[in-house]
């Protein structure tokens, strides 16, 4: 089962890369661009039994490795799910 | 006396570390790898800088998770002296061995030149032989060594005394143009709330000797010896 992972960077943390972009896209010309967020993106193939224990794992594994809770949150997509969405 | 160097696959400052420790100082120790799950007896650990893992995913994220790191945590509650230098401060964070996170450069460049940090606090085992507000030349050597906490953490950090060294200038003043990474309040280092556990960004292991441009990461490894020595 595909679960997808967006971890970004906590609304109260700077984003160095994120503030680069908007000045190089400002530079570019794309003066509407107000803010960019850089994150990470993870596809997992999970062997489970159903939607629900997929996004279970996933979740477990987002808490455990994949985004750092002192910086980062995350949210979760379960291929055939609703989305849900995690602090 | 006896240092240990953990090495993990992608340390690359862990003969630094050796070196300094057998020596410079002329103590005795030993490498430890990853994968195993005792400190060989040492009474001193070290976590070297280095890219753990390539710094995959984050720095100090995958590391953290070795064998070895039950026996680092289990070392640290006991009490004994655990120094992270660079990727060590890094793994150190991911492990929760100490408190905060570390960001991408302000700047986004790797930066690699010496510094001056000011020792703010020499009630550790590694800076017990500094004097109060000594400054150090100390090289730097990072991408990612801008130092987060919440500001809740960040206060209770200051005020409980476990900001270590901060970057300053030459004379001890804390300047923007001071901060080389973009670090909360200028921290370049911590300890835990007991305070057998430090974490730096800056090369102590680099700065042993003053044909390398300064010998002041001496004291580091002086301190412990005499801090372990005096119980």
């Known amino acids: ?87 | 006396m006896k240092f240990a160097i953990v090495v993990f696959p992608g340390s690359n400052c862990d003969h630094d570390a050796y070196h300094a420790a057998r020596h410079v100082l002329g103590a005795d120790a030993t490498f430890v790898w990853h994968k195993e799950t005792d400190l060989a007896g040492a009474d001193i650990v070290i976590l070297p800088g280095g890219f753990s893992h390539g710094d995959y995913l984050r720095t100090g994220a995958i590391a953290r998770f070795s064998p070895v790191m039950g026996a680092v945590a289990a070392f640290a509650a006991a009490g004994g002296p655990v120094l992270g230098i660079c990727n060590g401060f890094q793994v150190l964070l991911e492990a929760g061995l100490l408190e905060g996170a570390m960001l991408r450069n302000a700047g986004l460049r790797f930066v690699c030149e010496h510094v001056h940090v000011r020792v703010e606090q020499t009630s550790t085992p590694f800076t017990a032989l500094a004097s109060p507000r000594q400054v150090l030349t100390i090289p730097i050597a990072h991408g990612e060594g801008n130092y987060y906490a919440p500001p809740e953490a960040v206060e209770r950090l200051e005020a409980a005394g476990q900001v270590v060294f901060r970057y300053v200038t030459a004379d001890g003043e804390v300047t923007p143009e001071a901060n080389p990474n973009g670090s909360v309040n200028h921290i370049a280092g911590i300890t835990n709330a007991a305070r057998n556990v430090v974490g730096l960004m800056p090369h102590p292991e680099r700065a042993c000797e003053s044909v390398l441009g300064s010998a002041d990461g001496l004291l580091f490894f002086e301190s412990a010896v005499a801090a372990v020595k005096a119980g």
């Open chain 1, 1 to 87: 089962m595909k679960v997808r992972v967006f971890v970004t960077l906590k609304p109260s943390v700077f984003d160095p890369q994120g503030h680069t972009i908007v000045e190089a896209l400002h530079t570019l010309g794309y003066r509407d661009v107000q803010d960019v967020r850089q994150g990470k993106y993870f596809e997992l193939e999970i062997d489970a039994g159903s939607p629900d224990a997929a996004r279970a794992r996933a979740d477990e594994i987002a808490r455990t490795l994949l985004a750092n809770p002192v910086i980062e949150g995350y949210r979760l997509e379960v291929a055939g799910a609703a989305a849900g969405v995690a602090p």
